[in-house]
């Protein structure tokens, strides 16, 4: 069974940063790409940023570009988002998933708050 754990969430101010974590188990987590989504209350759920199982290749959203760094450590099936410059627009749940350009397995989130 597909699990895909995600913490770090919590209450910051604007300007702060934060590092989610994403403790994958039950599968080869170094075959696999994965990325991060986030949904904030009331909107649909947008992607954020992926990265190929090598981590040599990532993607993000034009949104999060610069401010946001994706990256794994297949030894420890860790997925990792270092968010920096956090604004109130940032405010959501993040969620984990697996996948590189489809994405059929979600973890459960973890809530980011942002505050200005």
């Known amino acids: 069974e597909v699990q895909l754990q995600a913490s770090g969430g919590g209450l910051v101010q604007a300007g702060d940063s934060l590092r989610l974590s994403c403790a994958a188990s039950g599968f080869t987590f170094s075959d696999y790409g994965m990325g991060w989504f986030r949904q904030a209350t009331g909107k649909e759920r947008e992607f954020v940023a992926a990265v190929t199982w090598s981590g040599g290749t990532t993607n993000y959203a034009d949104s999060e570009k610069g401010r946001f760094t994706i990256s794994r450590d297949n030894a420890k099936n860790t997925l990792y988002l270092q968010m920096n410059s956090l604004k109130p627009e940032d405010t959501a749940v993040y969620y984990c998933?697996?996948?590189?350009?489809?994405?059929?397995?979600w973890g459960q989130g973890t809530l980011v708050t942002v505050s200005s």
């Open positions: 998933v697996r996948g590189w350009t489809l994405y059929p397995d």
